[in-house]
């Protein structure tokens, strides 16, 4: 029986996690630690993560440098794709990098979601692949993202749905829509057994944004 997401519950759910020089590290591991717990209850996930070359990746300030599990040229076809984001320099500097944007485009064909965390939004409007759907993205990057006019552009939520897409707020929101990632394929059930092993609150309330 297939679920609404239309996984099939006996074959593995390939989730690939973009990394890039400065990544930052909140939006690439929240969402991995909670897919990682997921698999506690529901082992279908497998994680991996994809960057433009074999070379190691420096996350934001250079802390943490990590060898991804694959290159754009090896990497498989991801069922989830989910690309995180970074300070704006950083995004500006992905955006003119054309293997990056082309190979997010040849991904994102055969996706069944495409999920962005903070401003790795910016990216995907930068890839067209946002063009005439609702997004969101960290709230200071909120008028970037209305440089594309075709966006709808969604403010004062932890994320944004549209079809396939996923588009959450600033860092942390990427534990919110990671969330309902698991909610949808592996139930509410283990949504909040996550939540609750990771002492996090899901609550939707963005009233303390400025």
Known sequence: MMNKMNFDPEIKINVGFLIYNQVEAMDLNGPIDVFTKANRFDNRYNLYTVSETSQL???????IHMKASYSFENAPQADILIIPGAAVATISEICNNDNIINWIIQQ????????????GSLILSKAKILDGKSATTHHLALDLLRQNPTIKVVEKVRYAEDGKFLTSAGITSGLDVALHIIEMISGKEVAEEIAQTMVYNRSANMDFIK
């Not at 990746?57 to 802390?63: F, I, N, R």
């Open 108 to 119: 994102d064909q055969n996706t069944k979601l495409t999920v962005s965390i903070c401003t």
């Open 57 to 63: 990746v420096p996350s934001e300030g250079g802390t």
